[in-house]
């Protein structure tokens, strides 16, 4: 047996590891206990003395005994490994809770010390992490300021027994006021009415100046505390909690003082408790708040700043409901894929700030520009019954974009195409903007640049020849539809540990089309039903092969979006049982956020099936759509994919960050993990791993690639890791972006 006695300074040893988060236990080589944190000893109930020497058998679980001893010898026999499980530990005479231990061997394998995390605690933060959901909803639902305040207050109250939570926040003109719900002396409610947070001394002060909860635990000899001490023994309050509300940007904008029954220290899940109330005020406080962030995505397009689809059908619908006339200019630009894929994206991007720059700058103040996607813009000119002033605007537009753009080192114009539909404040918006699309293509046939006004011959002839969902049926039949694979990169390994299928069609006379062009389409119709089938046998076929060559304990997750009417498919969960014949795993389902479910019932009923059967779910895009914390709730997803648009505003923008920060922070809560979505470049990729984001995927790690493409970036079976040296190569092999 080893000397034990040469041991260094047990109390020395605890205080190192002791970072207040857990409870530390050092047991030696024999399973003997030798140390243990203050908080440990006091939670097993045991005097300093009688647990030096005791056998670590002893506080465990008979029915964990076995599980343990192995997992202890495995880790003594390899030092380095960190063994991590669920056991129940005794905390009394046959009294047991549940602990998440980890395990770190120690002094060359002499002594393990245990980090043990209380699971009420966790469950604590996961009620916590659903309260702060409805919090947020309530925000979002257009309730007042102060209602949500108290709202907080309250559940600050319900987590800390006996408390009392008063919030103090900052009015315009810069000083302290109350904001509180139970009753409350006016005594301990006024003592700052009218002090700023600058001057604000005392227990405010000292949570200001450190930025961090300040405890007091005996508030009767405090001075700061004399005009309350009469009200504050009445109620039994001798101890209190502040907490500073930071702002997204960083700043105090106001403080939560909890008064508390006992003049004990809060434990560390009350901490928290404090922590997410203050930060959560700071949200609230914050005039663009968590969710106007959140709304401002969902209607803006994030590359140009201009309204995106969804806002110009808000636009639409508001003049349509007061019976107004409008017309809509559907523009596309005649050369933007050649650019794009020769210039590279980067110039196509540029380009498209620039025509969404000019647009905006050349409108009549009637008018309004959205960009609909891709190269495709739409003006919405309000209140117009003229076709010839339609005209007039189309051509100023033209003109407009007459001029040449620079793009990086070269100069090149571009032409445009602009079709023009009329409502007279009748009649549905897609039939308007189906007609304004229809005499865009008119003109593109043309030869491009040049406008056209929609006629009945344009609407008959085109839509015989554009109706690509008409085609789209026939192109599944004869294999016209490619899926191509985009990785998913782990972010603290760099390993691929998944793919997503993404669909495209290969036209035979339009050429390569992209998801956005066709899935909206098919999703007028039952044909998405027959495509996302499609696409599940196809990716279930493509993961047999890629699963063959991988251990069991190294599964490649496949991801595959399924719109949300396959989601009501009685047959769905069988379908993707089906498609993986292996059995070596199963396939993903992906629900971007944007499809509106219209059955929740019988969808979270589906997401239970799959969930049973060991499928994962994600939900995608998350940010963008607006019942988002809904179905977070509802579908219990296992990955969360932050949308594209968070996370290329992130490094620059505190307020994006924040929202990246607070979704990994309610991810962990909920027990999902992160998955960042259109990481482009390297800043974007540290500040996701300083962050803790688990997963990314995106342009820089591996753009959607065909098959042998995949194979050739990462091995037969996936096996291989990102690296930044070889990303080059991996960009230009792979086409289909
Ligand atoms: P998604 O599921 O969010 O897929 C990610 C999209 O982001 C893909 O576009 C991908 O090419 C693009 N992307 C990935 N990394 C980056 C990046 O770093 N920068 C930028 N700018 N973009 C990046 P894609 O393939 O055009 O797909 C668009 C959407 O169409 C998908 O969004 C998904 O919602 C839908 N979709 C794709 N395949 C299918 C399918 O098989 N079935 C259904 N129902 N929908 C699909
Ligand atoms: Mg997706
Ligand atoms: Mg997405």
Redesign the pocket.
Known sequence: MVNIAAAPDWAELIGELDDGSSLIVVVDDDFVVRAASEEALATFGLPKSDTLGMSAVDLIHAGDLDRAVGAFSEAVAHPGIRPADLYRLRIGPGHYRSFDVSGETLMEGRVVAFRLTDLTERRRAEQLALEQIEVLELLSSGTSRNACLVELANLCERHIEGSLAIIHVENPDGLLEPVTTGPVSRLVLNRWLGTSVKDAGGNLGEAESRRLSHVELDLQPLPHWQSATAALAEAGHSSCVTTPALSPSGEVVGYLEVLRLGAERPSNGELAVHGLVGRLIGLILDRLSFEAALSEAAFTDDLTGLGNRRQMYEDIEALSKRGEPFGLLGIDLDQFAWINNNLG?AAGDALLVEVARRLESSLPSNATAFRQGGDEFVVLVARERRAEDLLAVAKGLLGALREPFTLGSTERRINASIGIAQSMGDGDIDSVLAQADAAMYSAKREGGAGVRLFSEPIGQELMRHMSLAGELQSAIENGELR??F?PIVRLDTLAITGI?????WEHPVRGLL???EF?PLAEESSL?LE??EW?IGEAGARLDRWSAGRAAGDRIQMW????AR?VMRADLVEMIERASKSGLGTLGV?L?ERDRIDHRGSAIATFNRLRDKGVPIAI??FGTGRASLHRVVDFEPDVI?ID?SFVRRMVDTPRSRVVVESIIDLAGRLGATVTA????DHRQLSLLQELGCQDA????LG??MLPSHVETAFGPDLKGHWSATEAPARRASSFL?
């Open positions: 994206h899926l191509v985009q997503e299928a993404l669909v495209r992209g998801p956005g899935v998405i495509l996302d696409v595959v979006n399924v719109s396959s992906e971007t995608d895009d994919k594209r979505e259109g990481v482009e995927q995106g342009f820089l753009r959607p972006a």
